[in-house]
Each structure stands twice: as structure tokens, then as C-alpha cells.
């Protein structure tokens, strides 16, 4: 199974962008997802999760502002940023976990409960 995260990039704050992650091999529809970012010198961040049923969790620092999705059919997770800033840039990873519920309501939000990573993608927003 590999996950290939794309779509960063150099913005200025107030800018939008979308990252996304297609995952190959596995069975996409069973997995939960979740991007994650990190910046040198610090943790890595929960930023958002969506669970097998679509239903979803934001980080705190990032409500209002970004929007986590999902199709199964091209077995991808996209990460919406709207109304980028400065403090929003890093190293964004996504990351997935098989899940054996087929009515589970949970959202995964700690790094680790995932059990497979991308490689990560670069966001870096200009003030």
C-alpha cells in the first residue's frame, strides 16, 4: 500500500489550496484517513480526519478554515485550505488506518492510531 500526497506549494496567507492523497493497493473504502503537518523543531499536528462513513474532525487551529473529503472511487482524501496563513505551513502528511467497522462513528485524530504515511507534501504561506 503507498500513499502519495500532492499538491503543495508556495501561497500568500489569505490564499486557498488543496492537497490531496491517493492511496494504491488496500481497500481505500475501509480505510480511515487523516492529514497531518509538521514544522522542524516541533510535533507533528492532527490537522483533519474523515472516518469510512465520510464523517470528520478538524484540528482546533484549522476550524472554519479547511475541509477534509473523500472519493472512494479514485481513492483519494482531499484537504481544502481556505483562508491560508502564515502559521499554517509545513510538511503535510497523510495517513490511513483499516478500519474492521462498517458502521464506526469514530474519527481518528492521534498520529498513533495510523499505520500508514505518505511521503508528505510542502505548504509554506507567505505573510
Known amino acids: 500500500v503507498q500513499l502519495q500526497a500532492s499538491g503543495g506549494g508556495l501561497v500568500q496567507a489569505g490564499d486557498s489550496l488543496r492537497v490531496a492523497c491517493v492511496v494504491s493497493?488496500?481497500?481505500?473504502?475501509?480505510?480511515?484517513m487523516a492529514w497531518f503537518r509538521q514544522v522542524p523543531g516541533k510535533e507533528r499536528e492532527f490537522v483533519s480526519g474523515?472516518?469510512?462513513?465520510?464523517?470528520?474532525s478538524l484540528g482546533d487551529s484549522v476550524k472554519g478554515r479547511f475541509t477534509i473529503s473523500r472519493d472512494n472511487a479514485k481513492k483519494t482524501v482531499y484537504l481544502q485550505m481556505n483562508s491560508l496563513k502564515p502559521e499554517d505551513t509545513g510538511v503535510y502528511y497523510c495517513?490511513?488506518?483499516?478500519?474492521?467497522?462498517?458502521?464506526?462513528?469514530?474519527?481518528?485524530?492521534?498520529?498513533?492510531?495510523?499505520?500508514?504515511w505518505g511521503q508528505g507534501t510542502q505548504v509554506t504561506v507567505s505573510s
Open positions: 474523515i472516518n469510512r462513513n465520510g464523517r470528520s
Open positions: 495517513a490511513a488506518k483499516t478500519t474492521t467497522i462498517l458502521s464506526e462513528s469514530r474519527v481518528y485524530t492521534q498520529q498513533d492510531e495510523y499505520t500508514l
Open positions: 493497493g488496500g481497500s481505500f473504502s475501509r480505510y480511515a
